[in-house]
């Protein structure tokens, strides 16, 4: 399959009447899949309407069938068309957060969608993404568009249109450049389906400040249970790997150098992720910052595209720095856990 590329400049007027996006939107008709930019990261965009569409999605992506699909919209008034009601704390986080990184789950309309792109679930995840390129598309399609990351399931996800042509050249029908993404993380994930709203993915938009809005917030079990069926994307499997062996350390810089210095006695090529404050401690094969200690947020910005960096480095295994679990953070480790999918080691 030839994979076109569409590039968009995001910040002129009118993007849905541009040539790029109507031609893209155009296959977005004709059920093929479309990579596009967001605030957060590239999706894969598809009809959430046709199953023949989310099941190019899966298998350009290589994705787990029972691994549900986010719906993305360009508006509210396309939300009703396949949910059956919006709860007040549902209606009150949409207004906070939308457009914005926050997916939303709930109660969905039987036969409105593919039940492929829900998994079969009795709910829906779905968000408005706050990027110009995405909306202008989605509004352009008049569809909505189920999109997972546009990356190879497991890989790291992509932040440019560049990491999105490494992994599907060849495998979907085209890929929208709106340049590089700004948040760098998925969204945040959250259930109100029940009597109090459930972070089920940590993302974009904190714990903190959803409870800002909406008071109580709980984070569901199922986060550190992988044996409960997933209502969420990116709840299950191994995600955002890097080819070689990942170890996160809770220890501090001497120690995890110590750990380089032993693997490197072995003869192993090592690798160590860290910030910009510790980078010019660490003696190793490779040694990369992903943002600053100080401003999580760099961190998060950066994350996939240093995960991605290590896969262009002849590497053995790779050691990597933790960060704490509150605001921005907690998404941060989330990711990080599922990129090593192995023990933390505890020094």
């Given amino acids: 399959m030839q994979t076109q590329m569409w590039s968009v400049d995001k910040n002129v007027d009118n993007l849905k009447t541009y040539p790029q996006i109507i031609e893209a939107a155009q296959k977005l008709k004709q059920n093929e899949v479309v990579a596009f930019p967001t605030e957060t990261v590239y999706g894969l965009g598809g009809n959430a309407?046709?199953?023949?569409?989310?099941?190019?999605?899966?298998?350009?992506?290589?994705?787990?069938?029972?691994?549900?699909?986010?719906?993305?919209?360009?508006?509210?008034?396309?939300?009703?068309?396949?949910?059956?009601?919006?709860?007040?704390?549902?209606?009150?986080?949409?207004?906070?957060?939308?457009?914005?990184?926050?997916?939303?789950?709930?109660?969905?309309?039987?036969?409105?969608?593919?039940?492929?792109?829900?998994?079969?679930?009795?709910?829906?995840?779905?968000?408005?993404?706050?990027?110009?390129?995405?909306?202008?598309?989605?509004?352009?399609?008049?569809?909505?568009?189920?999109?997972?990351?546009a990356n190879l399931?497991?890989?790291?996800?992509?932040?440019?249109?560049?990491?999105?042509?490494?992994?599907?050249?060849?495998?979907?029908?085209?890929?929208?450049?709106?340049?590089?993404?700004?948040?760098?993380?998925?969204?945040?994930?959250?259930?109100?389906?029940?009597?109090?709203?459930?972070?089920?993915?940590?993302?974009?938009?904190?714990?903190?400040?959803?409870?800002?809005?909406?008071?109580?917030?709980?984070?569901?079990?199922?986060?550190?249970?992988s044996d409960q069926a997933p209502k969420s994307p990116g709840m299950k499997y191994r995600h955002y790997a890097p080819n070689a062996p990942f170890y996160l350390v809770d220890g501090t810089k001497e120690e995890i150098q110590q750990l380089v210095n032993e693997k490197r006695r072995d003869g192993q090529k090592v690798g160590v992720m860290t910030t910009k404050e510790n980078k010019g401690f660490y003696d190793s094969d490779t040694v990369i910052a992903c943002g600053e200690r100080a401003k999580l947020e760099t961190v998060a910005e950066a994350l996939y595209d240093t995960l991605r960096a290590f896969n262009q480095k002849d590497l053995d295994i790779i050691f990597g720095e933790i960060f704490p679990e509150h605001g921005v953070g907690q998404a941060i480790m989330n990711r990080l856990s599922k990129a090593s999918g192995l023990p933390i080691i505890k020094k």
């Fill in 153 to 225: 399931s497991g890989k790291p996800s992509p932040t440019t249109a560049g990491h999105v042509a490494d992994d599907l050249t060849g495998r979907i029908a085209g890929i929208v450049n709106g340049g590089a993404t700004g948040v760098g993380l998925e969204s945040t994930v959250v259930d109100c389906t029940g009597e109090i709203p459930a972070i089920l993915r940590p993302g974009g938009v904190t714990k903190e400040q959803l409870e800002e809005v909406v008071g109580e917030v709980a984070v569901d079990p199922a986060l550190k249970d």
């Fill in 49 to 149: 309407k046709s199953d023949e569409a989310v099941l190019k999605i899966f298998e350009a992506k290589g994705r787990p069938g029972d691994n549900p699909l986010i719906i993305h919209i360009a508006n509210t008034e396309q939300i009703h068309s396949f949910v059956k009601d919006i709860p007040d704390q549902a209606a009150v986080l949409m207004d906070a957060f939308w457009p914005g990184p926050l997916t939303i789950i709930l109660e969905k309309k039987e036969g409105a969608l593919s039940e492929k792109a829900t998994a079969g679930l009795s709910t829906v995840a779905v968000r408005m993404p706050d990027h110009p390129v995405a909306l202008a598309l989605i509004e352009a399609s008049g569809l909505p568009l189920a999109a997972p990351s």
